[in-house]
């Protein structure tokens, strides 16, 4: 996903402070003189927040350096540099579903709550109004550890014009994808029925809203797996039958990179995977079905239909020496006022509700994907795109192999069994 230029051109010299009753006397430049440093990773959003600094230490007189990484450089610099050089890192990008129980164990994240509820969050900020769904992506046992800037969830994106030539409506159950995504496969003109990750590692996040709706989950209360349970192994097993059935010939190894362009150039009827796909669908100098593009909820199972939810967001780092400073930069960046700015420059679905029920948010997509999120918002899982354990990597590879040995029509049960003795054994050290 892009963003456009003329629209960062617009907004970077715009001032994103306001002025409402009440807020007149709050002092955004108690700071001034600061200079912090963020590491953040590439994504839209950090890519329009870097076009605000300037108007940032002009309203602030807060200058910060702003470190744009890779995310898999991100995941390897950031740590690194928390572990070995404390107060050398203020702010940095988090994706709890990733970071939240290695970083939250390290001690690397200053909790929010006492400077959300303090006379240095200005009255306008508003924290009531970001979606509480949302902000518990951005929680860990119930500490406010960073600040959602998005909403990424999963949905089905269909090819109107294929389905309507079966005579066939955007499925809402699992058995009614399996139906359609057979009868919508034509392999003599290279059409699958329906495309999504085949590699196991990529996969284990498309795999899960299928465990999940199902009535799976990746863990128990006490954070042990649960990976072998009759819901997980109809999952996988359904998962396996459904791709094999009616996915690409290619289906194994398969990861978003090359899963999207089969739906982008209509050499699959339908897709799932995350919203943010949108863009590329819409795109007219890449897609070959800007206008046959529909968006659904994700098909409910036995146990109802459940995305998972994450987002990334700023989170200030417990050994910075500028706490104060940090957040005031981060309310900044993530006020009413700048999301709304964020939304017109990347199109992205925004986690404060007033800016999503706007006319802003209208304008940036089409109908159905706002309806889509909207049902999908109150029932998502937080950070559900993985369990969430220290040893992330370790795991999710473990989980691929199951779901990898189901693409190759091997037995569901056995996969199950062994990926929750693997996951036990590398959580037990």
């Known amino acids: ?188 003109n290279d059409v699958a029925g329906i495309v999504t990750r085949g590699d196991g590692v990529q996969a284990v996040y498309t795999f899960a809203p299928f465990l999940f709706a199902f009535g799976g989950r990746w863990q128990d209360e006490k954070g042990n797996p649960e990976l072998a349970t009759q819901p997980a192994i109809k999952a996988l097993q359904y998962y396996g039958d459904l791709l094999r059935a009616a996915g690409p010939p290619n289906i194994l190894g398969m990861q978003w990179k090359t899963t999207y362009p089969l739906f982008q150039q209509a050499h699959a009827a339908m897709f799932i995977d995350a919203t943010n796909f949108l863009a590329y669908f819409k795109d007219p100098s890449q897609s070959r079905v800007v206008d046959q593009v529909a968006v659904g909820a994700l098909p409910a199972g036995p146990a109802g239909e459940h995305s998972t939810v994450i987002s990334w967001g700023p989170a200030i780092a417990s050994s910075s020496r500028n706490k104060e400073a940090t957040w005031i930069v981060i309310q900044y960046l993530t006020s009413k006022a700048a999301m709304a700015a964020s939304t017109r420059a990347t199109h992205l679905p925004p986690s404060r509700q007033s800016v999503y029920n706007s006319d802003i948010y209208a304008a940036s997509v089409p109908p159905d994907m706002i309806a889509v999120t909207k049902a999908e918002i109150p029932n998502a899982i937080p950070n559900g795109a993985n369990p969430l354990v220290i040893p992330v990597p370790e795991v999710r590879a473990a989980i691929g192999e199951a779901i990898t040995a189901v693409l190759e029509g091997r037995n569901a049960t056995e996969a199950a069994n062994k990926m929750q003795k693997e996951v036990t054994q590398i959580l037990n050290g």
């Open 1 to 188: 996903m892009h963003i456009r230029r003329r629209h960062l051109l617009e907004l970077a010299g715009a001032s994103l402070l306001s002025s409402p009753a009440g807020a007149a006397d709050f002092d955004w430049k108690r700071f001034a003189g600061k200079q912090l440093r963020f590491m953040v990773s590439v994504h839209p959003w950090t890519q329009w927040a870097q076009s605000q600094l300037p108007a940032l230490e002009r309203d602030t007189g807060i200058r910060v350096n702003w470190e744009i990484l890779y995310e898999d450089q991100l995941r390897q610099k950031l740590p690194l540099t928390l572990r070995s050089d404390p107060g050398a890192v203020d702010g940095f990008f988090t994706l709890p579903s990733w970071d939240a129980a290695a970083f939250s164990r390290a001690g690397w994240y200053q909790p929010l709550d006492r400077l959300i509820q303090s006379d240095l969050t200005a009255p306008d900020y508003d924290y009531a109004d970001f979606f509480r769904n949302i902000l518990k992506i951005q929680e860990y046992d119930a500490v406010q550890i960073g600040i959602p800037i998005t909403i990424e969830l999963q949905a089905l994106f269909v090819n109107k014009a294929l389905l309507q030539a079966k005579g066939l409506v955007i499925p809402t159950t699992l058995e009614q994808l399996m139906v359609a995504a057979r009868s919508l496969k034509d392999s003599a």
